[in-house]
């Protein structure tokens, strides 16, 4: 199932041609943001606000979270805006990654095809990155983020806060890492 085609187009911002000064606004990323009305569920805001929490404890070791904390990998934001961007094409990933290492496609299979089933970007991140979250190398072998021994619900709360902060990371005009 391919995507479907995000929300993009006007950010919002009003082109006057008047000599009046507006307010000025963020420096707005170009992004295509996806449907955000996942954010809104009551359940993922209660586990984003936990992940924010477990985010704190366990990723700022090696991860920047607001401004704290290690250095030995980009800042989480950047993380999570790449991770969001990324999830805009994964289907052509997967056809890469089936063709490419097809071994490492089979052994991911179930979870790969949920992922590709789900139409709602926000949610097939959470997919992609609960599979991460359990085994980091499940879709790249060059993945840098070492083994994580998390709980089912820690997995649940830190892919609910990634989201959330790739999503508020773009409105807010950071900059994403490149890829």
Known sequence: MSRPQANGGDSGQNKSSSNE????????????????????????QRNAKMGRLVAKKRCI????????????????????????????????????????DPDRFTAGKKTFE????????????????????RQPTFDNSQAKMPLQVLTPAEIEQLASYVIQ??????QKGETPLED
């Open 165 to 170: 902060l790739g999503v508020e990371g773009y």
């Open 61 to 100: 070791l090696c991860h920047k979270i607001e401004g704290r904390g290690a250095i030995l990998q980009p800042p989480l934001v950047q993380v999570s805006m790449r991770r969001l961007k990324r999830m805009l094409d994964y289907d052509q990933y997967l056809t890469q990654l089936e063709t490419e």
């Open 21 to 44: 000064q507006e307010p000025q606004q963020p420096n707005t990323i170009e992004f295509p943001m996806p449907d955000l009305s996942y954010l809104s569920d009551e359940v993922f």
């Open 114 to 133: 949920a992922i590709r089933d789900e139409a709602d970007v926000l949610k097939s991140m959470r997919l992609w990155l609960k599979g991460y979250l």
